[in-house]
């Protein structure tokens, strides 16, 4: 009886350490998937057309197609659109950042004279 109940316990054991694990995966998924939100959130403040995230969206799961092996392929997917996602918002950045360089340098040229 001793030896059935160190079994039991050895099993439940076993099974709260899949479970911290899953949990563990479900809050790094959680995570990213909330950085995903962020970004299309961004992405829409900033009025990107509907065919430009298509494209985002659809290029995301072509590159994931084939499933790299020893990877969840959900957390794939979203590492992938969220790598995605930042280069299209570090794109749309980069003319405002230009559009603010010309008055800048008016603004030197002012204060130079």
């Keep these: 009886e001793l030896q059935q109940k160190a079994e039991e316990a050895e099993l439940l054991k076993m099974e709260l350490q899949m ?26 403040d900033l009025n990107i057309s509907k065919r ?5 969206l659809l290029s995301t799961l072509e590159s994931c197609r084939d499933p790299q092996p020893g990877k969840a ?32 340098l008016s603004n030197a040229l002012v204060i130079s004279c």
């Design 19 to 44: 479970l911290e694990t899953e949990r563990v995966r479900l809050s790094l998924v959680e995570e990213k998937l909330m950085d995903v939100l962020q970004l299309l959130q961004q992405l829409r």
């Design 73 to 104: 392929q959900l957390l794939e997917v979203l590492d992938t659109l969220q790598q995605e996602l930042t280069a299209c918002e570090l794109l749309h950045r980069q003319p405002m950042e230009q559009a603010q360089s010309p008055r800048s």
């Design 52 to 56: 430009a995230l298509g494209k985002i």
